[in-house]
Nanobody, 127 residues
Framework: QVQLVESGGGLVQPGGSLRLSCAAS????????MGWFRQAPGKEREGVAA???????SYANSVKGRFTISKDNAKNTLYLQMNSLKPEDTAVYYC?????????????????????WGEGTLVTISS
């Protein structure tokens, strides 16, 4: 059974940092594209950063230079290090995987489609 479980969200002041984790199970972690998405209140879900199945990565322009995606294959865990956080980064952050292998790069850090999703973790940036 495939599971993606995010953790690490919380309330942080502007300029602060958070590290999100996504613990994956039920599939061979290194074989598939995976990524982070976010959805702010009243807005559509958007791609933040992703790895493809060859290990290449890409970021949305809005987070370049501030966020870093990484993974630990031994722990089956995907990470998102978020620095210099801004109020506009406030959103529910989701981890996703393309186990169907049909996705591709769509630009601006987006690998799409993804077919497995976590439940999300809330990140709030506020003073």
């Amino acid at each position: 059974q495939v599971q993606l479980v995010e953790s690490g969200g919380g309330l942080v002041q502007p300029g602060g940092s958070l590290r999100l984790s996504c613990a994956a199970s039920g599939f061979t972690f290194d074989d598939y594209a995976m990524g982070w998405f976010r959805q702010a209140p009243g807005k559509e879900r958007e791609g933040v950063a992703a790895f493809d199945n060859d290990g290449a990565w890409s970021y949305a322009n809005s987070v370049k230079g501030r966020f870093t995606i990484s993974k630990d294959n031994a722990k089956n865990t995907l990470y998102l290090q978020m620095n210099s956080l801004k109020p506009e980064d406030t959103a529910v952050y989701y981890c996703a995987a393309d186990l169907g292998g049909v996705g591709s790069w769509k630009g601006n850090g987006l690998w799409w489609p993804m077919d497995y999703w976590g439940e999300g973790t809330l990140v709030t940036i506020s003073s």
